[in-house]
């Protein structure tokens, strides 16, 4: 009896932080976003409502789309944008949604990953870019950043910005975990690094072997 409560108790826990990190993982970009668009459109109201009517437009669709992705998450489901428009379409719409309220400029280059890719790493290579990016709007003070993906062998997944630089990933929160954690579940690499001219290096290997 003593251990089959011990197995159901790890499972639980298990069910546990697995639910908090998809939260984090797929609601905090989200909102991260929202929050950067309700700023913006408070300083647009003061000279152009028209354009901050329309923004704030746009802000409640993706508030509907955050509690969408509530019952998503709680159905287990893959992210609605990752399974409406691909890996690489999911990367650019997320970044489209932080480049007009935010002053950094995001480049996305996307070169020879093909659409067959297994969901879960497509799902981690997705997380993992969401959350670089965050990191990059939240933390620093970049005014350039490039999100690369490419395959050779693995899929390659790289976020590189030049803000203040964030050393190495040792130990690090929710977001930094989180990342590790994606990639680790798929059995791949994750790595955070000084960039060579300065700023962030947020670098993955994802194993695509063994189909969809």
Known sequence: MRREFAVSTDAADEVRRRVLRDLHDGLG?????????LRAARHLLARDQAAAGLLLARLEEEVRGAVGEVRRLAAGACPAELARLGLAGAIRAHVATLVDRHPVRV????????????LAVQVAAYRIV????????????????????????????EVVDDGCGAGRGD??????????????????????????AGGTRVAAELPVAGGV
């Open 171 to 196: 130990g690090g929160g929710v977001g930094l975990n989180s990342m590790r954690d994606r990639a680790h579940e798929v059995g791949g690499t994750w790595a955070i690094e000084e960039a060579a």
């Open 29 to 37: 970009p989200s909102l991260a976003a929202i929050a950067l668009g």
């Open 130 to 157: 969401c959350e670089a990016l965050t990191n990059v709007v939240r933390h620093a003070g970049a005014r350039t950043c490039a999100v690369r993906l490419w395959c050779a062998d693995d899929l390659h997944v």
């Open 107 to 118: 480049r996305v280059d996307v070169d020879g990953v093909p659409p067959g890719l297994p």
